[in-house]
């Protein structure tokens, strides 16, 4: 714990925090948050306040029961949204409660990382990661971010594309990666090797 302190409040010789951001990952299907809401509740007062941290509840196509989620349209049923909600605004309540400090709804993405039905062998779509994503995006500071291009890109690699959560992963990356000059013109003389890095995912 000191260790995990001691990163989340270091700074460098400009007074910047070195870590830019903390992304807890947590079940959204399970009704109660027991370990996982000690830990942002923790991590929210040693940061101080929400800028740095992004909460991401996983497994939302499965929250409630999975027979509400709209696997054909890749759309949450309205039990699910409901769900989600109260699950929010109580996870809102209570760290305001504990803390005095505010999580904003832009604070915690619902999504999923996508669904493998073993019985069928069919791999589904994942759910609002390209929110996540762009999430991620907009907490990192400004001078570190790569911003052209990227809304469109992430629209145009959707997760309507199809594939799993890794292979989102990847395309993430491969856009973000492609707007920087060096670095694709590295790709394009390079691309077996690039090729085989993503077939290792």
Not at 68 to 94: I, M, S, W
Not at 152 to 176: A, N, P, T
Request: proline residues 1%; hydrophobic residues 35%.
């Amino acid at each position: 714990m000191e260790k995990i302190h001691k990163l989340l409040t270091d700074t460098d010789e400009n007074g910047n925090a070195k870590i830019d951001l903390v992304l807890v990952i947590t079940d959204a299907s399970v009704k109660g948050l027991g370990q996982e809401y000690e830990t942002i509740k923790y991590l929210l007062k040693t940061l101080g306040d929400s800028k740095r941290i992004l909460i991401g509840l996983n497994k939302c196509d499965r929250a409630e029961s999975e027979e509400y989620f709209d696997r054909e349209n890749n759309k949450l049923g309205e039990e699910q949204e409901q769900f989600l909600q109260d699950k929010v605004a109580d996870l809102q309540k209570r760290i305001k409660t504990d803390t005095g400090l505010s999580l904003r709804k832009d604070d915690i993405v619902c999504y999923s990382a996508g669904y493998y039905n073993k019985r069928k062998q069919k791999q589904y779509k994942p759910y609002n990661i390209v929110q996540l994503g762009k999430m991620i995006l907009s907490k990192i500071p400004k001078q570190k971010r790569v911003v052209q291009s990227v809304e469109e890109s992430m629209e145009l690699r959707d997760s309507s594309s199809g594939g799993g959560f890794w292979d989102s992963v990847i395309d993430f990356v491969d856009m973000v990666t492609d707007q920087i000059p060096a670095i694709k013109a590295a790709k394009q003389v390079g691309k077996k090797i690039w090729d085989s890095i993503k077939s290792w995912f």
